[in-house]
T-cell receptor, first 114, second 113 residues
Framework: ETGVTQTPRHLVMGMTNKKSLKCEQH?????MYWYKQSAKKPLELMFV???????ENNSVPSRFSPECPNSSHLFLHLHTLQPEDSALYLC?????????????FGQGTRLTVV | DQQVKQNSPSLSVQEGRISILNCDYT??????FLWYKKYPAEGPTFLIS?????DKNEDGRFTVFLNKSAKHLSLHIVPSQPGDSAVYFC????????????FGKGTRLSVIA
């Protein structure tokens, strides 16, 4: 248990569906991240939120829409996804502004787009 | 273009021997380096880190070495145990760790009893 909780753990959705991934942290962190892990690829950074403000969007297609209502919660809204979007989506949090601190990851949501 | 490279996708080591996992980076702005360990169906968990002002950091059986001139770091596990079998990710960050982590592809370590 890392203090970062992601739901659901597994999700199967059709290409026309709309779904949301949820991430919650109770570590007092002020930065949250979405990463994507595809087979045989590095963990890819998707979005960064510092103090609830989006500070980075790594050229992610608009079919992925993040939302950060407060420092403890992060959502990833999904719509009209493609089969190649099937991957493990990982949420992480950290204490931005603290020197040399690590990020803590949730267990991930395994997404399958059919 | 990958900024963090782990060129060995897998490694097998006998129990009790040393495991050495390697990582190279290209961005000279990176100044903080981390190793994460990942078991199947779990998220990565932090293992050990090193700041660019050091060349070695040790924590129990785990030691990370940093060679800044070669832009290379390595993780040594000694003695290796079957429970160490997992995927190990190298990650790097800049601005004293205040930029998002950039990860390598990972190396799958299998420790054989």
């Amino acid at each position: 248990e890392t203090g970062v909780t992601q739901t659901p753990r597994h999700l199967v959705m059709g290409m026309t569906n709309k779904k949301s991934l949820k991430c919650e942290q109770h570590l007092g962190h002020n930065a949250m991240y979405w990463y994507k892990q595809s087979a045989k690829k590095p963990l890819e950074l998707m979005f960064v939120y510092n103090f609830k403000e989006q500070t980075e969007n790594n050229s992610v297609p608009s079919r992925f829409s993040p939302e950060c209502p407060n420092s403890s919660h992060l959502f990833l809204h999904l719509h009209t996804l493609q089969p190649e979007d099937s991957a493990l989506y990982l949420c992480a949090s950290s204490l931005f502004g603290t020197v040399n601190t690590e990020a803590f990851f949730g267990q991930g949501t395994r997404l399958t787009v059919v | 273009d990958q900024q963090v490279k782990q060129n060995s996708p897998s490694l097998s080591v006998q129990e009790g021997r040393i495991s050495i996992l390697n990582c190279d980076y290209t961005n000279s702005m990176f100044d903080y380096f981390l190793w994460y360990k990942k078991y199947p169906a779990e998220g990565p968990t932090f293992l050990i880190s090193i700041s660019s002002i050091k060349d070695k950091n040790e924590d129990g059986r785990f030691t990370v070495f940093l060679n800044k001139s070669a832009k290379h770091l390595s993780l040594h596990i000694v003695p290796s145990q079957p429970g160490d079998s997992a995927v190990y990710f190298c990650a790097a960050s800049g601005n004293s760790g205040n930029t998002p982590l950039v990860f390598g592809k990972g190396t799958r370590l299998s420790v054989i009893a």
